[in-house]
């Protein structure tokens, strides 16, 4: 049976067991961490103390969903999977190989029996210092070496289809850290190799520097070029101090709701006519519930309203539910900064203008009345003059800065066509939402119920 240790920071949180032979996942906090002020469940699908009622496989389901949650996706989870000599689904082999630098507070080690529960452990840190050059090089030279790979070792285990490394960064000089007491501070995420998709670090920049600037709290962002451009993401679950990286626990919407990654849509299974009525995956509704564990749950719960208006407006049809992040203590659930932010449409790649989540029933804008704004309203438990309210004030302010948004994004690199589709896309999309805002708050719960 493989064991391994699961630490926040330097402290065991418990150990991560897996039999091979039944194909079972367990999961069994440390005695100390139990005992500790600062102990908090991984997720609200792992509670610190395990029910009774459900069995070893259902435990086993919400352990390896838990932790699939933490890998990439797509091509990189390949390259990590190749790189570690294993399969990409083997969990325990890929948790040993890049679960030393996950999303969130966790890391994870093979346990060889040589550290006591409760004991705590500092692996030294070591930097490899990355160069604007050698990320240049690296960025070229990916259709022969995938970008997630350097010096033999997989530097990514961020949940995400997207190319990206996660690096410290101090002084303005990039670090590929390896230890305990230091973690990466940012994620270095460079254009795809798609040709259609070059605009794609300019527009992301874009989105999340307009929800910083009307008021929304969104990861900061920078755009850089080395020279290709590249976007740097300032990473919320990471405190720097002097001489240490503080790790913060966070959950992304499927590690909250117990769910699988390919439930990160609400149409898990697709959209085509005969399987779109099974709406299984993350929906907006559920990510609201989820909100009840909240210790301010109208503080957040607003919160994340904004965010999902904010998504209509910026056209982001691929907010999904890996897109939404929770801080967790034991205290409950706090909604995390935004982050993953793109005008799909503005890309001009042949997407989906499908919704990964649904605004009441609609899936598309053409769909989204006031009808079904206020029937999100209903869904959401949300009353429907503050989705009125939210709507109109985002909206506005959104049209308010649109202009010294695009000039400052010029300064800084974005070429002019590309901020000016950006612009002219969201202005219309804004536009078109205030024409629904005096009809939303003129519905009653009686017309839904």
Same mark, same amino acid.
Not at 262 to 277: I, L, N
Not at 295 to 301: C, F, H, R, S, T
Not at 363 to 379: M, V
């Given at each position: ?52 009622? &459900? ?57 060889? %029996? ?27 030279? =990916? ?31 990039? +670090? ?15 254009? /795809? ?33 080395? /020279? ?18 503080? =790790? ?9 709701? &117990? ?5 990160? +849509? ?24 989820? @909100?009840?564990?909240? /210790? ?24 999904? &539910? ?16 935004? +982050? ?14 499908? +919704?990964?989540?649904?605004? %009441? ?24 003059? @503050? ?16 202009? &010294? ?19 002219? @896309?969201?202005? %219309? ?21």
């Amino acid at each position: 049976m493989a064991t391994l240790n699961v630490w926040a920071g330097n402290e065991l949180v418990g150990l991560l067991g897996h039999d091979p032979q039944a194909n079972r996942f367990s999961f069994d906090y440390a005695a100390s961490w139990l005992e500790s002020r600062s102990a908090f469940p991984l997720s609200p699908q792992l509670p610190l103390r395990r029910s009774s009622a &459900g069995t070893a496989e259902q435990h086993s389901a919400q352990v390896r969903q838990f932790f699939e949650n933490l890998l990439p996706e797509g091509e990189a989870l390949d390259h990590a999977a190749q790189a570690a000599g294993t399969t990409r689904s083997n969990l325990v082999g890929l948790l040993i190989a890049i679960g030393k630098e996950t999303a969130g507070a966790l890391r994870v080690t093979l346990s060889d %029996g040589a550290v006591a529960p409760g004991v705590t452990t500092h692996a030294p840190d070591s930097l490899r210092r990355i160069t604007p050059r050698q990320l240049s090089q690296r960025i070229r030279d =990916r259709e022969n070496r995938p970008f997630s790979v350097w010096d033999g070792k997989v530097r990514l285990s961020i949940a995400g289809y997207q190319d990206k490394i996660a690096v410290y960064e101090r002084e303005g000089k990039w +670090y590929l850290v390896e230890g305990s007491k230091l973690a990466s501070t940012v994620i270095v995420k460079p254009a /795809p190799m798609r040709k259609q998709l070059a605009s794609l670090p300019a527009n992301e920049h874009m989105c999340m520097q307009l929800a910083r600037r009307i008021g929304l709290e969104a990861a900061d962002t920078r755009l850089v070029h080395v /020279p290709e451009p590249v976007l740097l993401v300032r990473r919320f679950d990471r405190i720097e101090h002097e001489d240490e990286v503080t =790790r913060v626990h966070i959950v992304d919407g499927c590690q909250a709701l &117990g769910l699988a990654v390919p439930m990160k +849509y609400e149409r898990a299974y697709g959209d085509a006519r005969d399987v779109a009525h099974l709406r299984e995956g993350v929906s907006l509704p559920r990510l609201f519930g989820v @909100l009840e564990q909240s /210790p301010v749950p109208a503080v957040d719960k607003r919160k994340l309203l904004q965010w999902a208006i904010f998504q209509v407006l910026i056209g982001n049809t691929d907010a999904h &539910g890996k897109n939404v992040s929770f801080y967790c203590d034991g205290n409950g659930l706090r909604l995390a900064p935004a +982050y993953d932010m793109v005008c799909m449409s503005a890309l001009d790649a042949g997407f989906p203008d499908t +919704y990964a989540m649904a605004i %009441g029933d609609a899936f598309t804008e053409n769909e989204l009345s006031p009808f079904e704004w206020a029937h999100f309203a209903y869904l959401c438990k949300l009353p429907f003059r @503050l989705v009125a309210r939210e709507l109109d004030g985002l909206a506005t302010k959104v049209l308010a800065v649109m202009d &010294g948004l695009a000039a400052d994004m010029n300064e800084q690199g974005v070429p002019a066509p590309v901020a000016k589709r950006f612009q002219k @896309l969201i202005r %219309g999309t804004c536009t078109r939402q205030l024409e629904h805002v005096q009809q939303i708050a003129r519905f009653k719960q009686a017309d839904f119920a």
